[in-house]
């Protein structure tokens, strides 16, 4: 009998093939000398910073002095007393839950509408125009939406005037500062998710929709029972990657409000950055975006841990 076979009858078995031999580890071999120029760059990029933003959180440290005095904690107790930062804090809370909601909302409706679409190219062309927005480069973006929120000659106060209604200090006012930028920011945003929502509606297959209907059950029923269910896996990465997106929010707050009026647009990343690169106050900005990345990592944990899902389709 060779080595390589075992007969039983006029049967011969094939040889087994030796998965720890030098084909596998030529296979890892390849995949690590893939993956380590990619690592790198991340490395570099990504943990490289973040190291030294946690060194530089427990220093007083000025860019233009050449020398940096080490004060412990102290950076990080003196944001929980400063008014500032926990205006920052709760504005950037208020515009990530309201943004989120009504962009989740938003996105899924219209993926709904666009999905029910039959005709293949009118589908694919209200796909493109939502997505268009999304390709556009958020500054210019801010800068034509602050255009348009201007007081005397803006699209919308020159709407309200044709309506005989008052017009409004969309960017200077209090009262509606905040939703002004969040209009701005759902319209330069939402068509990344409706694509997203098309693509997992898409993949749920029709014979649970079919069923539903056998048992009698209509539309509210079948997007109650059927639809968002099987929509999970998708809602939970467009919720994550919708939340860290929003935390992180600054261009349209720098361009259309600066944080103003009040601190009522202050977001926390426009903070971190005046007191960084406006006050050269680097130790200080550093301790606050340790404390923002904490806060974002927590909330994308939670959001992981409530939207996990062990069912397959």
């Given at each position: 009998?060779?080595?390589?076979?075992?007969?039983?009858?006029?049967?011969a078995?094939p040889?087994?093939?030796?998965?720890?031999?030098?084909?596998?580890?030529?296979?890892?071999?390849?995949?690590?000398?893939?993956?380590a120029?990619i690592?790198?760059?991340?490395?570099?990029?990504?943990?490289?910073?973040i190291?030294?933003?946690?060194?530089?959180s427990?220093?007083?440290y000025?860019?233009?002095?050449?020398?940096?005095?080490?004060?412990?904690?102290?950076?990080?107790?003196?944001?929980?007393?400063?008014?500032?930062?926990?205006?920052?804090?709760?504005?950037?809370?208020?515009?990530?839950?309201?943004?989120?909601?009504?962009?989740?909302?938003?996105?899924?409706?219209?993926?709904?509408?666009?999905?029910?679409?039959?005709?293949?190219w009118?589908?694919?062309?209200?796909r493109?125009?939502?997505f268009?927005?999304?390709?556009?480069?958020?500054?210019?973006?801010?800068i034509?939406?602050?255009?348009?929120?201007?007081?005397?000659?803006g699209l919308f106060?020159?709407?309200?005037?044709?309506?005989?209604i008052?017009?409004?200090?969309?960017?200077?006012?209090?009262?509606y500062?905040?939703?002004?930028?969040?209009?701005m920011?759902?319209?330069?945003?939402?068509?990344?998710?409706?694509?997203?929502?098309?693509?997992?509606?898409?993949?749920?297959?029709?014979?649970?929709?079919?069923?539903?209907i056998?048992?009698?059950?209509?539309?509210?029923?079948?997007?109650?029972?059927?639809?968002l269910?099987?929509?999970?896996?998708t809602?939970?990465?467009?919720?994550?990657?919708?939340v860290?997106?929003?935390?992180q929010?600054?261009?349209?707050?720098?361009?259309?409000?600066?944080?103003?009026?009040?601190?009522?647009?202050?977001?926390?990343?426009?903070?971190?950055y005046?007191?960084?690169f406006?006050?050269?106050?680097?130790?200080?900005a550093?301790?606050?975006?340790?404390?923002?990345?904490?806060i974002?990592?927590?909330?994308?944990?939670?959001?992981?841990?409530?939207?996990?899902?062990e069912?397959?389709?």
């Amino acid at each position: 009998m060779n080595h390589g076979t075992a007969t039983s009858g006029n049967q011969a078995i094939p040889p087994q093939i030796d998965l720890q031999g030098p084909g596998k580890k030529g296979g890892r071999k390849f995949i690590y000398l893939s993956l380590a120029p990619i690592l790198l760059l991340f490395g570099v990029f990504a943990f490289l910073p973040i190291g030294w933003s946690l060194g530089l959180s427990v220093f007083k440290y000025n860019p233009l002095s050449d020398s940096a005095l080490f004060v412990g904690l102290d950076n990080f107790i003196r944001m929980w007393s400063d008014p500032i930062f926990l205006k920052s804090l709760w504005v950037t809370f208020k515009f990530v839950v309201i943004a989120v909601l009504v962009n989740i909302v938003i996105t899924l409706m219209f993926a709904a509408a666009i999905q029910r679409i039959r005709t293949g190219w009118l589908r694919n062309l209200m796909r493109t125009i939502f997505f268009l927005p999304t390709i556009a480069p958020l500054a210019g973006t801010a800068i034509v939406w602050s255009t348009m929120f201007n007081y005397n000659h803006g699209l919308f106060n020159m709407v309200l005037g044709q309506l005989h209604i008052a017009p409004i200090q969309w960017l200077s006012d209090p009262h509606y500062a905040l939703y002004s930028v969040i209009m701005m920011t759902l319209w330069a945003d939402i068509g990344y998710n409706i694509v997203l929502f098309i693509a997992g509606l898409d993949s749920i297959p029709d014979m649970y929709y079919e069923a539903a209907i056998l048992d009698g059950a209509n539309r509210w029923h079948l997007f109650r029972h059927v639809t968002l269910p099987l929509l999970r896996r998708t809602m939970l990465f467009v919720s994550v990657t919708t939340v860290v997106s929003y935390f992180q929010a600054f261009a349209q707050f720098q361009i259309m409000t600066k944080g103003e009026p009040f601190n009522e647009t202050r977001v926390l990343a426009l903070h971190i950055y005046e007191q960084a690169f406006s006050n050269s106050n680097m130790g200080y900005a550093s301790a606050m975006a340790t404390v923002f990345l904490m806060i974002i990592l927590v909330v994308t944990l939670v959001q992981l841990k409530l939207g996990r899902t062990e069912w397959e389709y």
